[in-house]
């Protein structure tokens, strides 16, 4: 795979620290193409920005390269309500137009992003270069370039604007696959500090893998810390009682359609293989809805996920 030479300015504007090499004087290639695989086209890029949609997942934000991480989501871009009279002496009503949801990213002219958390995210990307949307698909890190265009008001919702992008990166085998719970599906995880048991809560568990767990609770930063080890007893209709134990390894504060939370990751502590086999059950069995839940909300829309 080569970039010509408008591409590869871009791709290093993004990019800066990979390293192309020249192949005939017009085109670069990759130097590490075991390890990185390039995204230049943006119809190649449509498959996961439909895919990060429908999941409804949370992406790191990285503005101008900087170190400080933000969150948003991948919103839709609905038109607006259209004016409908069926007779003359009847009253106008506002109806829904024919929408697909999602449709408008197959038009690969923009991205609606929510606002970003923390909010100081809002402000530093209004004068930002480059932006970089940075998340996972299957066991690979993506990472695709943006620059910001303004702040918009769609349906009464405030909203950030971003170009389509045209420029991204896969890091292959970045870590094991997640998946994240259908909204139909709960799983509760009570979690304690090791040192000190009368310190606990009940979190809902938002996605899972076979090393790890996401959970979201609005008070968990200020009850534990990063680093604390703690006991977890998962929860769930599809397994039984499960005891683990794990460290929390990151908080993150997000803004969802609901409203403001925070979300906690945790490595789990697999003392024996007994007990990875039993979290790799779970793991698989919320995998098998996740995936079936998101192919049947897909199936007659032409869309082809990247899980």
């Known amino acids: 795979m080569t970039l010509e030479a408008p591409e590869k300015q871009d791709f290093n504007l993004f990019f800066p620290r990979m390293q192309l090499t020249e192949t005939d004087g017009k ?25 990060l949609f429908f ?8 503005v101008d390269r900087g170190t400080r991480i933000f969150f948003g989501a991948l919103w839709d871009h609905k038109p607006e309500l259209e004016e409908h009279r069926q007779d003359e002496d009847d009253e106008i009503v506002l109806i829904e137009p024919d929408y697909q949801d999602g449709s408008y990213l197959k038009e690969l002219d923009h991205l609606v992003l929510s606002p ?15 932006v970089l949307l ?12 943006t620059r910001f265009l303004k702040a918009e008001n769609i349906r009464g919702a405030q909203v950030l604007l971003f170009e389509y992008p045209a420029v991204g990166r896969i890091i292959r085998g970045n870590r094991p696959f997640r998946a994240k719970l259908p909204q139909d599906q709960e799983i509760i995880a009570n979690i304690c500090d090791c040192s000190q048991y009368d310190k606990s809560i009940d979190c809902n568990v938002m996605g899972i893998s076979s090393q790890g767990l996401s959970l979201e609770h609005e008070e968990i930063m200020n009850i534990f810390s990063m680093g604390d080890m703690i006991r977890l007893t998962i ?10 134990n794990g460290t929390i390894r990151h908080f993150a504060k997000i803004r969802t359609k609901q409203g403001n939370s925070t979300i906690c990751g945790i490595q789990l502590d697999l003392e024996s ?3 990875a086999e039993l979290v790799e059950q779970l ?25």
């Not at 085109?27 to 996961?48: A, C, H, N």
């Not at 958390?117 to 809002?122: C, D, I, L, R, T």
């Not at 940075?134 to 370039?145: L, P, R």
């Not at 929860?235 to 683990?244: G, R, T």
Request: hydrophobic share 40%; charged share 30%.
């Open 235 to 244: 929860l769930s209709s599809i397994s039984e009682p499960l005891e683990v």
């Open 273 to 275: 293989r007994s007990l």
């Open 27 to 51: 085109t670069w290639g990759l130097q590490d193409s075991d390890r990185y695989e390039l995204l230049f086209k943006k119809e190649k890029i449509l498959p996961f920005l439909q895919t």
């Open 134 to 145: 940075c998340f996972y698909a299957g066991t690979n890190a993506v990472e695709i370039g």
């Open 116 to 130: 970003l958390e923390p909010v100081a995210g809002n402000i530093k990307v209004r004068s930002s270069t480059t």
């Open 283 to 307: 793991f698989a069995k919320v995998q098998r809805v996740f995936i079936r839940n998101l192919t049947e909300r897909t199936e007659d829309q032409d869309i082809h996920l990247t899980l």
């Open 55 to 62: 999941e409804e997942r949370m992406i790191e934000i990285q």
